[in-house]
């Protein structure tokens, strides 16, 4: 599911389609699916097909409202595509429905309107995605009517961290040892296609929604975000001081005898319905192992302290007005916590076990954001210790700046997020403080240089590197850390790369595909997702799992023979991606390519910040 190693990527086509020698190859439109706010810069793309072509915009009734011409190209995609061409379709400013035509090209239909009329929607179906991801007790029947499920993880035995040895530290090199500690950790979000639930990727989705709340408000958006503070709560033992990282097992155990999570296809339900004991192959599948972070009495890994109790005092902000009694409540969480950080000797990372699922390195980002999130909720109730979690902050925020991270937005660097929020205390002025507000607000745009730069280079102005991994995480990363910027600064200098980066997100790549399962025109049908191959459909309609933002194009060195569907799923494939596959970079809408197909809640989690940003711009 999400090991993000080269040696276990599972294989994906690599074959590309080729034309007759003769024969040039037809011409394709790519654009913004959903469509362009009035006054923004709008960009089109024509993969295939010549320079200065004429292309007209026409409105709903099929009148010719602008014309132009192509522009040079911006590079070569393909041996078979070794032109792209841009449309710059600015000067269209009047609200309405419209197609571009090049020739026989036909482009999908888009808008022109208000950014909140046109992403408010979008936003609202990558909240919905969550919805699809709940377990536990308080599931949302939703399109796919999902039921409750792994009920006994209201009582799940707690064990030792695995033993994890072979490349990368993923086969299980011993027994699980139980420790006789059981705990409630009912609830929260499936991970991804898979039925796992980790600290570190349910903490950053939480506080991606809260941090959307305060630009968005929105009743579904509110109670996903309380669902999700929920489910950490239980996480974060403030009894023993124990932070617990992670439900259930994907990698099961030939040689001791029982399955993990990914080695079995079904709804989750089917779970709670096993008639298992100890010692059975399934049983972890129905009782799941629950892994600590750390033991009692011993500091926390900082990476999970600073985005758990950066969660809890977003809480602590957004119910400061609401309910101040249980904001103050929140406060106390993140403040415990935040003191039990490990932030010497720090070693390996807790993220995930085995660790190669989730290999973050970075740290100090998280706790910026952290003493951050800690200062604001401080702020807001009136609490004599803002001024020192303020100067933790920008302390952390020193540290971060020393490290050189070149990383940008994601799960694994949060930076971004926490200059976003520090940046304006500083600027009110925080006595004892390490860093500047010109040297955050620089980092912030540092990492929109470098987008910016690469951007250059690439025919459909794409930001993330398409031959490499999480290419959907990372232009999602963009499009919030310009809308990020925007509103920080006031500037927009960065507008028109932000689009550019949604674009990509929405179907101004190769392939034309939205990576928005459900929005556009042209989405993915066969997302890896078990409960959406088996409940839901593989031809579009409305059963299908909306919001879900999968990974998109990667390395096409990576893919090779697909081989068999998993056991007990329905077929899913859809051929029409061979054709704009490149030597570089592939992209797969099919069951078997998680790779490329697999939703997971932090890159759909970047997607509700980022589209609830742009939206409110």
Not at 198 to 212: D, E, P, Q, R, V
Not at 359 to 371: L, R
């Amino acid at each position: 599911m999400r090991i993000r190693r080269a040696a276990l990527v599972a294989a994906v086509l690599t074959g590309v389609v080729a034309a007759p020698a003769q024969a040039a190859p037809a011409a394709h439109i790519r654009l913004d699916q959903i469509g362009f706010g009035t006054s923004e810069a709008k960009h089109a793309y024509v993969l295939g097909g010549a320079a200065n072509a004429r292309f007209t915009v026409v409105d709903s009734r099929g009148r010719t409202v602008l014309t132009g011409r192509t522009g040079a190209s911006t590079g070569s995609w393909s041996e078979k595509f070794p032109a792209v061409h841009p449309i710059d379709f600015s000067s269209l400013k009047a609200s309405g429905t419209y197609r571009i035509k090049v020739g026989s090209a036909v482009s999908p239909t888009f808008e022109v309107d208000s950014l909140r009329k046109l992403f408010s929607p979008v936003a609202s179906s990558t909240v919905e995605f969550f919805q699809a991801q709940r377990d536990g007790a308080h599931v949302i029947p939703g399109r796919l009517n999902r039921k409750p499920a792994h009920l006994t993880d209201r009582s799940a035995m707690v064990y030792e961290a695995p033993v994890f040895a072979g490349e990368g530290g993923d086969e299980i090199a011993a027994p699980l040892q139980p420790t006789g500690t059981r705990v409630d950790l009912e609830g929260g979000w499936f991970d991804a296609g898979d039925f796992v639930k980790f600290t570190h990727a349910s903490s950053y989705s939480t506080a991606s929604m809260l941090l959307a709340l305060r630009n968005r408000h929105d009743a579904a958006l509110y109670e996903e975000a309380k669902f999700g503070l929920r489910w950490l709560d239980k996480a974060w033992d403030e009894k023993t001081g124990v932070l617990y990282a992670q439900v259930g097992i994907g990698t099961g155990s030939e040689e001791f005898g029982f399955v993990g999570d990914h080695d079995v296809w079904r709804l989750p339900e089917a779970d709670d319905r096993l008639d298992v004991k100890p010692g059975d192959s399934e049983y972890y599948i129905k009782h799941r192992p629950v892994f600590r972070a750390n033991q009692a009495g011993e500091k926390i890994s900082p990476n999970l302290v600073g985005r758990v109790a950066g969660s809890f005092a977003l809480a602590a902000q957004i119910e400061a007005t609401r309910d101040p009694r249980l904001a103050r409540s929140y406060l106390e969480k993140a403040a415990s916590l935040f003191a039990l950080a490990k932030t010497s000797d720090v070693g390996e990372l807790v993220t995930a076990f085995p660790h190669a699922y989730y290999p973050e390195e970075s740290w100090t980002d998280d706790m910026e954001f952290g003493a951050t999130q800690l200062a604001l909720a401080a702020k807001s109730l009136n609490d004599k210790r803002y001024a020192s979690f303020a100067r933790a902050a920008a302390h952390w925020a020193h540290e971060f700046l020393a490290t050189g991270d070149p990383d940008t937005l994601n799960v694994y660097n949060i930076s971004a997020l926490g200059h976003a929020d520090l940046a304006p205390l500083l600027k009110k002025g925080v006595p004892g403080a390490e860093v500047t507000e010109k040297q955050v607000v620089g980092d912030i745009e540092r990492q929109l240089r470098k987008g910016a730069d690469a951007a250059r280079t690439s025919p459909f102005r794409t930001a993330a590197d398409v031959g490499t991994w999480d290419v959907g995480s990372r232009t999602f990363g963009y499009i919030t850390t310009a809308a990020l910027h925007q509103k920080l600064t006031g500037s927009k200098q960065y507008a028109t790369f932000g689009t550019q980066q949604r674009g990509f997100a929405l179907g101004t790549n190769a392939w034309g595909t939205s990576l928005i399962v459900g929005v556009g025109a042209k989405f993915p049908e066969c997302p890896h997702h078990q409960a959406a191959n088996l409940s839901g459909s593989s031809s579009g309609g409305s059963k299908v799992l909306v919001g879900a933002v999968i990974n998109g194009p990667n390395d096409a060195s990576l893919f090779g023979d697909l081989g068999e569907m998993p056991a007990g799923s329905v077929d899913c494939t859809k051929p029409y991606t061979l054709e704009f596959d490149s030597a570089k970079s592939v992209f797969a809408d099919d069951l078997r390519s998680w790779p490329s197909s697999e939703p997971a809640i932090d890159f759909t989690a970047t997607g509700v910040l980022g589209f609830s940003l742009v939206a409110s711009s």
